[in-house]
């Protein structure tokens, strides 16, 4: 479910999303679609047939970055916890670097699998986006291990990804002892 075009605005250096999509789009001006409603008229067609479960964002965005602005997750989590709006059971995947899980207390969580991407806090210092003044703009590690504890405890199934593991000198060592 695509909810923006280009790279997500998390600026990391190694992500696919800065030459994807058929344009080089600058990472700190990330176009977010605002026509909420017509996803959710899709969306709701689209889980009364069999299929695959959908990502949010996913391969065009982070899930969680933008939905204190945009409200997608909030709008589309409850048809897919419900039977009547998802009768397959389908899934909604949700994929995040960021920590913006207090935007979904309260809601429903059957069928939504929350993922965190991390990586060990080098290489994330080494490889994810960082403001021209070298302060990095994603979350630390532990924070966004602490919101995936805290989406946990409100009743989300929770994913970790390392993604992508990035090959530096020791990077064994590193990933090891992070894992």
């Known amino acids: ?3 923006g075009r ?3 605005g998390f600026r990391c250096r190694a ?6 999509h058929r344009t080089f789009a600058d990472p700190s001006r990330h176009v977010l679609y605002e026509n909420v409603g017509d996803y959710e008229q ?14 949010l964002g996913i391969d ?9 602005v945009t409200g997608h997750a909030r709008r589309l989590i409850p048809l897919f916890a419900s039977s009547q709006t998802n009768p ?11 920590t913006n899980v207090r935007y ?3 809601l429903p969580t059957a069928n939504v699998l929350m993922t965190f991407s991390l990586n060990p806090e080098t290489i994330a210092d080494r490889w994810e986006g960082k403001w021209n003044d070298g302060v990095r703009i994603t979350p630390a590690v532990s924070d966004r291990l602490a919101a995936s504890a805290k989406a946990h405890s409100m009743g989300f199934e929770i994913r970790w990804r390392i993604d992508p593991i990035l090959p530096v000198d020791g990077w064994q060592d590193i990933y090891r002892e992070f894992l």
Do not use: Q, W
Request: aromatic content about 6%; glycine content about 12%; some cysteine.
């Open 6 to 8: 280009g790279a997500c």
């Open 42 to 55: 899709v969306v709701r067609k689209e889980l009364m047939r069999p299929g695959k479960n959908l990502g």
């Open 15 to 20: 992500c696919f999303l800065m030459l994807t």
């Open 104 to 106: 979904l207390d309260g």
């Open 60 to 68: 065009c965005s982070d899930s969680l970055l933008y939905e204190g």
């Open 1 to 3: 479910i695509a909810i």
């Open 88 to 98: 397959f059971g389908r899934k909604l995947i949700l994929l995040t670097k960021s």
